[in-house]
């Protein structure tokens, strides 16, 4: 958990009674628990442990010092000593929500579950049990197919201690504003919260090499002995709004919001942004674009949960802001939405624990719809999020670039910067256009690609029947490939939900007209002409052929085996070739395009090379006519030349149908 996060969440205690006979040093770590003085409370309750003999007392010291941790940040130690207070049966269910997020945070998401589950049992209301499950099952897909950005931690700019909530500064985005407990900040005093020095705004600047300077405090009218946080600017980089909050000699907290112009000599003196009582927590700000919106985070009553996220608006930016707003249940929740930041497109980003996700706070982007009235909400996902804290983003202008904060393994410190980058997303189309039966290429053979975003574009293959498009993000493709003497033939893809560049494989092949083609898989009853269902399958693909071949006419050809008179074989071939234009015509094929015919015996097949392959008994280049049938002195062997001869066909008679 940041240190920003622990401060502002100070006054959001879970407070435990128990009857130990208190020492002054236990009274001391009670005092310092309750006024968010996690860090300093942490040893005073352990010096005591060994003090407490009653079993349910000593599982709710455990189940403090976890809360502590928790707050501090430090998901291992929290976890340790939840687990201790659930092993000494303690009595309030929170400690299976807070052990579950703990687990959680250090990636044992089945264990995690179990935590989640049982505090369900124990609270049946809570729904941030089942977003607790949720968010175990989607970090671990989330893992394994992370979304295209590029993360590199800032170790110039990171220290040791916290660094976080980075902010542009200039238009080309070679000055940063970044808050910071560093060394050296106004006061140099540490706080019993965290145990770091008050947190103050430094500012970076990068050279020409793309060097990052050493951070420096941005000034004394900015900076004081409080602690201040999180920082935003005016698009034109004149108006500062930072948060500031004040402590008492208990480290209680109350932050409020301010603001401060800029002159040839610096930052003057900020005012203050009144919204609520001193008690109450305002902070985090982020100016939207045009000046007329702050957004913010507040305790303050009327919200959904824990910290929410509020707004103030205003006519233009030289007018006064008016009331607070809350930003209702599509952002909000019953756990903690913070650190929001308005990108120049009029989307908001902010971090929250609330909303399904990876781990501890994670970032979400928040677009609003068009009447302004809700909002859809969406995880940012892996690699921006992790198990650990992941917030305080900002964004450049007109690219996905930027710098975020995040507690996350492998940093320098607690909170750490990192930028982050999304690299252009390339979408390719290729692959070749062949004949279905000699598998050779068929050059200058057209490829038209349609799609649902408006793009036509068409191509003629190469002499390996190779082609190639470039395709569009969140579109839906058809590729149609065609030639002279074949039929046309199709394709679909969509780069819907695709994150990643992808290369797009789409080998097509085309069937060619000269020859008569078999329609696999048609059935009819023994001497009978109707059509049995399990050929529907075999027909609406006849039917999409026709569709996509609009210029052709066909002949529908049904031949018999040589069992039967020819006369009677005739008869019922025509009854059966039939049947199917039927059906074509009850699709919507005009009857101007079929022509049936019925052959009975009189053609049988001639075995081709793939027939062939099928069945050893079949050399190549043979007619399977009545001598041949009765060669076979096997009858499963005959049954099958039989079933080979009852087939059904079509062949293409003309290509320059144009309907009326």
């Known amino acids: 958990m940041t240190k920003t996060k622990t401060l502002l969440t100070g006054l959001l205690l879970l407070l435990c009674a128990t009857s130990t006979a208190q020492t002054s040093k236990f009274k001391r770590a009670e005092a310092l628990y309750k006024a968010g003085g996690y860090h300093e409370a942490i040893d005073l309750y352990k010096d005591e442990l060994d003090k407490i003999k009653d079993k349910q007392e000593l599982a709710m010291c455990f189940l403090k010092i976890g809360n502590c941790y928790r707050r501090i940040g430090n998901a291992r130690q929290a976890e340790g000593f939840y687990q201790k207070a659930i092993a000494r049966e303690c009595q309030d269910p929170k400690v299976h929500l807070y052990y579950a997020d703990m687990l959680r945070m250090g990636e044992k998401y089945d264990e995690a579950i179990d935590q989640y589950k049982r505090y369900k049992t124990l609270v049946p209301g809570d729904r941030l049990a089942d977003v607790g499950i949720q968010s175990c099952d989607l970090a671990k897909q989330w893992a394994e197919t992370p979304a295209g950005y590029e993360i590199t931690n800032m170790r110039s700019l990171n220290t040791k201690f916290n660094d976080y909530c980075p902010t542009f500064a200039s238009s080309d985005y070679t000055t940063l504003y970044l808050t910071s407990s560093r060394e050296g900040t106004a006061g140099n005093k540490k706080s019993g919260v965290t145990g770091e020095y008050f947190s103050d705004i430094f500012i970076t600047e990068r050279n020409a090499q793309g060097t990052w300077s050493k951070p420096q405090p941005l000034g004394d009218n900015i900076n004081t002995a409080n602690e201040e ?36 000599q610096g930052w003057l003196t900020p005012e203050e942004i009144r919204i609520a009582a001193d008690s109450i927590i305002v902070a985090h700000p982020s100016i939207s674009d045009d000046g007329t919106t702050l957004y913010f985070v507040s305790d303050m009553p009327g919200g959904h949960g824990g910290l929410d996220l509020w707004k103030l608006t205003r006519a233009s930016s030289s007018d006064n802001f008016g009331e607070p707003v809350n930003l209702g249940p599509d952002i909000n929740t019953p756990g903690n939405e913070m650190f929001p930041y308005a990108h120049p497109d009029g989307s908001l980003y902010f971090s929250s624990d609330g909303h399904p996700g990876m781990g501890g706070l994670d970032i979400f982007k928040g677009t609003p719809s068009t009447d302004g009235g809700s909002w859809s909400v969406e995880n940012m996902r892996y690699p921006m999020n992790s198990p ?39 979408f390719n189309m290729t692959g ?53 003497g074949y039929l046309n033939n199709k394709s679909k893809s969509t780069t819907k939900g695709e994150s990643q560049s992808k290369d797009f ?31 529907q399958s075999a027909l609406d693909m006849l039917v999409d052929i026709l569709n996509d071949n609009p210029n052709i006419t066909i002949e529908l050809a ?33 009857p101007e395009r079929l022509r049936a015919k019925g052959y009975a015996q009189t053609q049988p097949k001639v075995v081709d090379e793939e027939m062939a392959a099928c069945y050893s008994f079949l050399p190549q280049g043979t007619t399977l006519g009545p001598a041949f049938v009765e060669s076979l002195s096997d009858e499963q062997q005959k049954e099958t030349v039989y079933q080979i001869n009852r087939r059904t066909e079509f062949r293409v008679l003309r290509d320059d149908f144009t309907a009326n």
């Open 432 to 484: 070749k256009i062949t004949d279905d039966k000699t598998k050779q290429p068929i050059a200058d053979a057209t490829v038209k690609l349609v799609g649902s975003d408006g793009v036509v574009l068409t191509t003629t293959t190469a002499a390996d029947g190779s082609y190639k498009f470039n395709l569009r993000p969140n579109a839906d493709y058809v590729v149609i490939a065609s030639k002279k």
């Open 558 to 590: 049904s031949h018999t085996d040589n069992r039967g008179s020819e006369e009677y074989n005739y008869d019922l071939s025509q009854r059966r070739a039939q049947a199917v234009v039927n059906y074509l015509i009850q699709k919507n094929i005009a």
């Open 229 to 264: 946080g999180s920082c935003s600017l005016s698009s034109d980089y004149n108006t500062l709004y930072f948060s500031r909050c004040l402590v008492s000699k208990r480290n209680k907290l109350g932050c409020q919001l301010y603001s401060a112009k800029r002159a040839e």
């Open 388 to 426: 650990a804290d992941d917030f305080g983003i900002t964004f450049e202008r007109d690219r996905e670039a930027g710098y975020f904060s995040s507690r996350r393994a492998k940093g320098r410190g607690g909170d750490d910067l990192y930028m982050f980058y999304l690299p252009p997303i390339i």
């Open 505 to 535: 494989g789409r080998n097509i092949a085309l069937t060619s007209t000269a020859k008569p083609i078999t329609i696999p898989n048609i059935f009819y009853d023994y001497d009978r002409w109707e059509l049995r269902p399990e050929s």
